[in-house]
């Protein structure tokens, strides 16, 4: 960590700075430039407290040498973590295809769509029964019911599911049924959540805020890595933009920014990222290209009856296309989609 | 609301649409311009599923005439709500003047910092004991010995307290302890926890999130209003920017865009929105000369042993001074600051 | 267009606003809902000012229905136009290698970098000979000096090139040299420059302005279009965004987004988009699986002595392996990266 | 200048750092931490090639200790600057008012204006001749018998004028007519533009990009000063925000934000910044609380008609009731709005 100082700053408030940093049990190395004095600290910088150093009077500006993250760091792992989702591998070169509606509807929809996707090649299938909706009014899922037929669905087509846990009271009872565990966007930064998921045994699935930079992602995989599950997948999602003509600003850079920062696999959800069902097949293309270890996208046979997200989803058909070419692309790069799990009769 | 339809809609497309619209009780109005077709849907449109008239192929734009939100709109409410907080009154008029630590900490250094700001003017007190932290290394606060000095210390000076609450399980507890009950930022779309504060009978301090348009604010607001609690007031605390040099930007214009679109006092927080100590007294004075119905300062006497967030907290004798000029500053505006409660011996 | 009226209109507002419309030759259509009423504007919106209509007191908001661009529009023109570069087509299948250094400089430097690029694929050499530098200290480009030695390389290597133009002045110097001229971010509504280009004959590279919509986009290429010069190709180049890791926010899905509103071509430019090299290749196959007409790379093979933007170039040897890449994703997108130009002996 | 080496950086890495660092004619201070080195730059920093330094393969990060920014900044020159327009004065606690309709229109109108705003309290009329307008086909300004009339309204009614420049050709023409110089948020990067503004005598008001940091704010300052002019006033006036309910974000910590960096004086635009009318008002007061040197208001005595920004203007009734509660304000804050200059009969 260095610290600048103020212009002016004097031989005391030097020396109290000075002081502050060996109460810590650091060493500070002082350097006089010609407009400005520079303490270099010496020793574990993740033990300080960033914000109190930044508050002594005669500090200009703390400048961090270190991630704020270490367990999530590609430092400390400088290999490629490959997730385990009950036998459908995410990362180091295994590409996972994420599909299904946005939530959990009918029986006989849900095995349509499932069949529909698992036959073009998806290896994980999602669908929502706790629907965190910005309206009060609207359709906030199954609940428990969602969950019974998204697991029964999965099981008949022999695929792992996903589905969000937006409460802390829920995440034992959704880990009961789903293979992985979603965190959606607007829950990144909830803490109490995600202390429970790191609590739990199954994989997560951790989607990017949509005001959050690379390190605020980070920093809330390293809160479930530190509570002692390792199995983390980051999923870029579209952040917050200025241009109403898409719904968010599709962020595909962070793909790879993820990869040289992390060993954690990252996947992309350019169904959220655009909410426009003609722009998802070339973002989900882009994602891929980018390098990252799977693509989220929403699937529905009938967009205009969904009870959410209906326009931003892909019919079958148009993800059959889809994903035939997302499978031609991940071979050019080296890449392999998993296979399904084998069926443990 | 309005449906535009995309060019070379067919007849049969049209037709279709239109089924679709009456099928939910409602009428459509068909206008054929000289470019496009428009639908105009006659009824009441909150009964509507945006989302699934949206995906109707035919369907270009939707376009809503009325906000999404009902209790929380000024139209429903034209009157301001003035929220009352154990007897300090905020909105209509009435200025909310919160002071106090970012985090609650050791007893005697409580009563100091509330001694000062009391004496300076404010009128309600803060401190916080559960604290979202950004990293899971960092302070996470005192819990529920902290809940127990910060309601001691307010109890000592006659002022209401506020804290905030960042999990769902937590709500029945904080409120035994606190006047109100605040919403951080982060947690502002964490639907299972405005839930429960909306069930609550304590006012509730909703802090508007980094990425959050004021519509999305008010339909948060909403959810706690639709589950039986009417004392809301809002909080702009700054929203994701591009320029490092302040934490976030400080939307001061939300003050009376909130003032037009809803009945419910907002506040402004320059703390948070700024994180810088030398901006936030002029940026309290521009949220109150903006129409504010309240100002939240963090407040400290040693920011660089703080515990959290100590860059950002005035001093203090600077919290004094600041006083001094927004209680001038309300004046001019024909606004009061809220007294104390008359003690209740 | 589309007049949604505020709340409580009395019927003269209403009789008021029809007038105004009939006065500009045009129909208006009322329609009275159970909330709002709602005027729609029959015949050519685009002879409305759109202002002038939104100022009139009982207007709430007006929602135009045709976009405001013309000639750029891909209504108006549904086939993808093909831009032709000396030789080298851009767009409707043909992909743009486009590379070099940010400024021209030393002969020996250009013609060793000119000759990797062009061995390695590239169809187009670019360097800056004018610089619009944030510093009035730094430097600002060789000016003539630059332009000849630019020419001189690529007749050399027979490619054409292309360097930026920021000056209205300049224009008509610059076309001596350049076979495209390009209009920088910071420039792209500098409406003098843009007139100046369109009254020119050589062909436009227009990059995105940080801060520009894609609709601000197509409306600064139908300034040139209607100026008579139909040779616009667009530029992604980055768009401004929160977080500090990289230098701006690359929005990929604004190639696919351009594609669907507009016939004119589209490239990409990573460079300036992550300002890392590290994430240049992702970013240039992610911008090409998006459906992009080109790729502008910058590359130098010294960059810690570029005299501007030396730590976003690729290496030469870099640019030969992605150059490679990006010719096997093109041949699996069904595409071709245009071949140099036939030499005219 | 601060430069924080790579992990793993090898000693020959470090003594190529060290040899390009005095290769400058500066020293390196170098300093090995626990987990990375770090070499500090001894020396005027102003004369490095930032990006140069940052292309060398060993160095992570560049951390400047200094603005980059000389002639503007606040240490060069701790008093604040007092800019004058022909007799009437900005900064250092006096207060412009500038006000008058967005473009020149027919001159009964702009006689009306001019004389509601002058008796309000206005100081300085504004008017654009011409327009820098997002349509070719939208009024683009009455041109030099814009500027003409403009001129002589002012004349008539003893307040100085400023009008946007756009074009480097025209500088010296507007010159001739106008007080003071309008440099657009569109051309604050113009930097042809600049150059020529800053040739001028007459004094140049600047406004803010609409994606511009402070900083690329005070570069732009910086470019006139370099060129000759000092007289440059500021200006905020909205950046690029994500939520569609305001044109633009009004970024009112920048008033004092400029004020701590930089010795000029900076105004506010509520009117641009918000785009609706009834936020102007609130807005205004807000900026003058934050310490502006001014407040800059669009003014139109039939908003309906206004040949462009209509929706934005006040009518002269609000201005003058806006006029009156800053006047109040400004004294409240110890300020005085400048007086209209002597008549020079």
Excluded: W
């Excluded at 407009?35 to 600290?41: K, L, V």
């Excluded at 609940?143 to 019974?148: A, D, K, S, W």
């Excluded at 850079?253 to 959220?272: F, G, K, R, W």
């Excluded at 959410?308 to 050019?332: I, R, T």
């Amino acid at each position: 960590m260095i610290l600048i100082l103020k212009g002016g700053a004097t031989d005391d408030q030097i020396d109290h700075v000075i002081e502050r940093v060996e109460a810590m049990g650091l060493q500070a190395h002082l350097s006089r430039g010609t407009f400005r004095t520079i303490i270099g600290i010496i020793g574990d910088e993740t033990q300080i407290v960033v914000e109190s150093i930044r508050a002594i009077p005669a500090v200009a500006k703390v400048v961090p040498v270190l991630p704020p993250y270490k367990l999530a760091s590609r430092e400390a792992h400088p290999d490629a973590s490959v997730v385990d989702v009950s036998g459908v591998k995410i990362g180091g070169g295994n590409v996972a295809l994420i599909a299904g509606p946005c939530s959990v509807e009918e029986e006989d929809r849900m095995h349509r769509i499932a069949e529909s996707v698992v036959s073009a090649g998806a290896n994980i299938f999602r669908g929502g029964a706790f629907k965190p909706r910005t309206s009060p009014y609207a359709f906030q899922g199954l609940g428990e019911e969602g969950l019974r037929r998204l697991r029964d669905v999965g099981q008949a087509y022999g695929v792992p599911v996903v589905t969000e846990v937006t409460d802390p009271r829920l995440v034992e009872l959704v880990a009961e049924y789903a293979d992985m565990l979603q965190v959606g966007a607007r829950n990144m930064q909830n803490f109490a959540l995600l202390n429970e998921v790191g609590a739990s045994k199954r994989p997560v699935l951790l989607k990017r805020g949509m005001s959050a930079t690379v390190t605020d992602l980070l920093m809330c995989a390293e809160y479930i890595l530190s509570k002692g599950n390792p199995n983390v997948v980051l999923c870029e999602r579209g952040i917050k933009g200025f241009d109403p003509a898409t719904r968010n600003v599709y962020d595909v850079a962070a793909v790879p920014l993820v990869h040289q920062l992390s060993h954690l696999p990252i996947i992309v959800d350019p169904s959220h990222a655009t909410g426009k069902p003609d722009l998802i097949p070339p973002c989900a293309m882009a994602g891929l290209a980018a390098g990252a270890d799977g693509v989220h996208v929403e699937v529905h046979d009938c967009p205009e009856v969904a009870k959410s997200d209906g326009p931003q989803a892909l019919l079958p058909e148009q993800y059959d296309e889809l994903a035939s070419q997302m499978k031609s692309l991940a071979e050019l790069l080296g890449k392999t989609v998993s296979p399904l799990p084998e069926k443990t009769a």
